[in-house]
């Protein structure tokens, strides 16, 4: 007669912890920064539908990295939530900060609970009517949260992007300054990265093969919480308004780094269909 198998509590939480810490390696880096005119969302995402950056109020932006289906679920409960606590009581009362908790929550939950934690991680921004005001909520797989006070980096080559940003980041930068430290803080990822777990959604193509995909203009979506915009201030930028704001360097350089690697962009952008964005 064999006997059950057991595992301790311990045992759960480090194997939860660990399947978790995977799935968001995987996933391609967001940055969330703070600028002069409000917040700042930049992520590498190769889908131009399956957004990771969104509007959850009118003064709320959300970012997640991970498993899609599960950070998308989280998404659309926390616009439910906001949108009922402004229907109840008014549009001046819901905050960032009654959402990151209501997230934290959700999170704790669903990795205490369930026999598989989401493999997702996110940021809850919002602009306030001064600088002073701005806050940036970090939450992880397990419902850990932290106020961030200048920016979020989450996913992928997270330790090489902080380390270019805590270099490059400084306060009160304007909207194009903002954007080209962001971009540029990409690059520690795609050329040095290929031995981290960050790297593991290229593992199949070699080193570096998803490095020029990543870094093109194309591939990175953009999204700010403007200060000064009337009514609701998620605003999305895209096409030529967005590659004015980039480095003029990037585009040159990524089409040389394109022309060395035809063959394994192929592979990358096939990537975008997975549920790993």
Known sequence: ?????????????????ELARKGIARGRSVVVLKYRGGVLFVAENPSPTLHKVSEIY?????????????????????????????????????????????????????FTEQLKPYEVEICVAQVGSGAEEDELYRLTYDGSIGDESRFVVMGGQTDAISTKLKDTYS???????????????????????????GSGSAASNGNGSSSAAESEPSKLEVAVLERERPGRKFRRITGAALDALLPARTEASDSDASSDDKDD?????????????
């Open 58 to 110: 009118d003064r709320i932006g959300f970012a997640a990295v991970g498993r899609y289906s599960e950070f998308e679920a989280l998404r659309r409960g926390g616009i439910r939530h906001v949108d009922l606590q402004g229907y109840q009581y008014d549009r001046r009362d819901v905050s960032a900060r009654a959402l990151a908790n209501v997230y934290a929550q959700t999170l704790s939950t669903i």
């Open 171 to 197: 306060d009160g930068m304007d909207l194009a300054e903002a954007v080209r430290v962001a971009a540029e803080a990409f690059r520690p990822s795609s050329g040095s990265g290929s031995g981290s777990a």
């Open 265 to 277: 962009k192929g592979d990358d952008k096939g990537e975008g269909s997975s549920d790993e964005s």
């Open 1 to 17: 007669m064999s006997m059950p198998l057991y595992a301790s509590p311990e045992q759960l939480m480090r194997e939860r912890s």
